[in-house]
């Protein structure tokens, strides 16, 4: 689906045409471009084009769904739920919250599909009226927490900037100090008597001494006043409990330091010559030489040569013996015997 | 290498007695399984014996070399190598009436070409056989895996070729006094050809072998290598020489005794070995061909709709189709 539903249905101008056209969705989910409705205000009658049903101009919303239908439930059903906001604490059992719920869950359908709306609308009315004070209650408790929220988003963002303060603080704190010491190099070496360079030289070792100091000062400044988050009782400020305390890091226990030792190969055989000397000892006369595209992959004659001079080598002392498991077992069979016997 | 291999530690043995007795122990124990209430003379005509064992694995060797030779695309000779040390290799451990050679056969090729990176699609390789091609590519597959399991797992198997190449480029490089060893080209591809007949790939070490393939063209060329031999490979360990010596002769007296066996005396063991196998693994009798419909049957009672479902008719026309095999 490119864009959103492209055509406006009443002056059909499609996203091509007009990329800046918008779908503005009404109160019974039909769409219509921005254009569009103006000019249906415009001209004073308030009536979708599909439909037929009285609109108004506040009606009107941006749709943010694809499909308009879907823009249609959300706005109904947030209109809905800030009357039927009852929580789970409010009923006694589970069956009766999931009936609670169930029974908004057909409301909203029934607006959205326009099924029986008047009795939907009686239901509604009489829901209101029944239970005003408990919604009222509800409301009240879903500020307080919105506002708590608020108020740890806001402590999160001072402590921020109070941390880019204290950085731009100690910078120029630097730059201070740092010509304020030039400074006396240069007023030393005007007024004193003593040896220029003796004069640079303190003054070096001076320099490297207060760099020294500096990053424990700052250490010491310690960054931005942290809030405490906890009353001289031990009792934690603020209602939200995130604090999760982490357990410590498992001690890695001191194991060996690894030590390489260089792997010793059992030829069995005469040892063949090492992979370096090879080329020395003329044996890559005798071998196909690599050519471009092997050699760029990193092959060299070398490898294939040493391999065939390992392999040749490797067994001619060979002395057959058995490995073979039935040989194995009829020998084992054999050795039991010779010690019964 | 092969000094680590697991070909040197699990699949070699001492001497053709040590490979004859294992070989012995598996028809034994497949005659006494079947043949339970028969007296020795019964056996002595019903089952194979060992030598009959051994001509018609030999027999079939030379089927799996012809098979390869033919087989399209060109395969290499180490594959042909591996195929051959899977065969021996499964038949010294169970009795040729246990498992029909023949696809045994088919699938240690398969097995080869998988191991040593020789890609061949299942299309491609039942392309070169004849006959029935899925049926083939059926037994294949359900072969497999028993073949791997004869074979411990252990499928690397170490060739003589590469030593070869190896020894021809030191001799090259360090005897050249020998001029042109090229010359031996043609000897040593025969001779080693011959060996993977014997045992000797079973005793032998593979380097050991191709320095055999090396002194035998040479002297029926009637050249001498042994300088070669004692004074720069063997240079130091002098002993190990008279070892060597040894074994490059037992492998040169083991190819001369290979003999091709002859047609008749080939069918007529064939002709016995029909009698005499075991028809749960020959996908050609009748109780074969039950026990899959039979596993066909269970399937479908546990599994609903998880494997393809065949009905019993297309389990039997399947089945029925499955009529010839011989036709490799």
């Given at each position: 689906m490119d864009g959103n539903d492209q055509t406006c249905p009443k002056c059909k101008t499609t996203k091509y045409r007009n990329p800046a056209m918008i779908l503005m969705v009404n109160a019974c989910g039909h769409a219509l471009c921005e254009s569009c409705v103006e000019l249906l205000f415009a001209k004073g009658s308030g009536a979708?084009?599909?439909?037929?049903c009285a609109l108004r101009r506040q009606n009107f919303r941006i749709q943010l769904f694809e499909d308009p239908a879907v823009d249609k439930e959300v706005d109904i059903r947030k209109r809905i739920l800030k009357e039927f906001?009852?929580?789970?604490?409010?009923?006694?059992t589970l069956r009766e919250y999931n009936d609670y719920l169930e029974e908004v869950e057909n409301i909203i359908f029934n607006l959205v599909f326009d099924v029986d709306s008047t009795n939907t609308n009686k239901m509604i009315d009489n829901y209101k009226k029944e239970n005003k004070d408990i919604t009222m209650k509800n409301r009240n408790r879903q500020s307080q927490e919105e506002i708590e929220l608020e108020e740890l988003l806001e402590a999160e963002k001072a402590q921020q900037s109070e941390k880019a303060n204290s950085y731009v603080n100690a910078e120029l704190e630097e730059k201070k100090q740092k010509h304020k010491a030039r400074e006396k190099l240069i007023d030393e070496l005007m007024f004193?008597?003593?040896d220029a360079k003796s004069i640079v030289a303190s003054h070096v070792q001076a320099t490297a001494a207060l760099a020294k100091e500096q990053p424990k000062a700052a250490a010491q400044a310690g960054g931005p006043v942290v809030k405490s988050?906890?009353?001289?009782?031990g009792i934690q400020i603020?209602?939200?409990?995130?604090t999760s305390s982490f357990l410590p890091i498992p001690k890695q226990q001191d194991l060996p330091l690894f030590h390489y030792s260089a792997p010793v190969f059992d030829y069995n055989g005469p040892s063949p010559p090492a992979i370096e000397v090879l080329g020395k000892l003329k044996y890559f006369a005798n071998i196909r030489a690599a050519n471009a595209t092997e050699r760029a992959g990193g092959y060299t004659e070398a490898l294939s040569c040493c391999r065939a001079l390992q392999e040749a080598m490797g067994g001619l002392f060979y002395i057959p013996q058995s490995g073979h498991k039935t040989a194995v077992a009829a020998s084992a069979e054999e050795t039991d015997d010779m010690e019964t016997a | 290498m092969f000094a680590t291999s697991t070909q040197r530690s699990f699949?070699?043995?001492?001497?053709e007695n040590d490979v004859s007795n294992a070989r012995l122990s598996a028809n034994i124990k497949y005659i006494s399984s079947r043949g339970r209430n028969m007296t020795a003379e019964e056996r002595e005509l019903q089952f194979l014996n060992v030598t009959e064992e051994k001509i018609l694995i030999m027999s079939y060797e030379y089927q799996l070399r012809d098979f390869c030779r033919k087989f399209l695309p060109p395969m290499p000779r180490y594959v042909i190598g591996t195929a051959l040390h899977y065969l021996k290799r499964f038949y010294v451990n169970n009795s040729v009436m246990d498992y029909p050679p023949k696809e045994i056969l088919v699938t240690c090729v398969y097995l080869a070409c998988k191991v040593e990176e020789f890609n061949v699609s299942m299309d491609q390789f039942v392309g070169?056989?004849?006959?029935?091609r899925e049926k083939a590519a059926s037994i294949i597959l359900n072969n497999e895996l028993l073949l791997m399991q004869q074979l411990d797992y252990q499928l690397t198997v170490h060739n003589p070729f590469r030593p070869l190449e190896g020894l021809m480029i030191d001799m090259k490089t360090r005897f050249p006094?020998?001029?042109?060893?090229?010359?031996?080209r043609s000897g040593i591809d025969e001779f080693l050809e011959q060996v993977f007949y014997t045992d000797a790939i079973l005793i032998y070490s593979p380097s050991q072998i191709s320095l055999a393939a090396i002194i035998h063209s040479a002297s029926t060329s009637k050249e001498n290598v042994d300088e070669y031999i004692t004074k720069i490979l063997f240079s130091e360990d002098q002993k190990r020489l008279l070892n060597l010596i040894e074994a490059v002769k037992k492998i040169r007296v083991m190819v001369r005794n290979v003999q091709t066996p002859h047609r008749d005396v080939i069918k007529a063991l064939e002709k016995k070995l029909q009698l005499c196998?075991?028809?749960?693994?020959?996908?050609?009798?009748p109780a074969f061909k039950k026990r899959m419909k039979q596993s066909f049957d269970d399937e479908e009672s546990f599994e609903d709709?998880?494997?393809?479902?065949?009905d019993s008719d297309q389990v039997r026309s399947m089945l029925m189709g499955m009529s010839e095999m011989g036709k490799i």
């Open positions: 979708c084009p599909e439909c037929k906001n009852k929580r789970q604490e409010d009923f006694s004193s008597d003593a988050s906890k009353f001289s009782s603020g209602l939200r409990q995130n | 699949w070699m043995f001492k001497d070169n056989l004849k006959g029935d006094t020998f001029s042109d060893p090229e010359r031996l196998c075991n028809t749960d693994n020959n996908s050609e009798s709709g998880q494997y393809p479902s065949a």
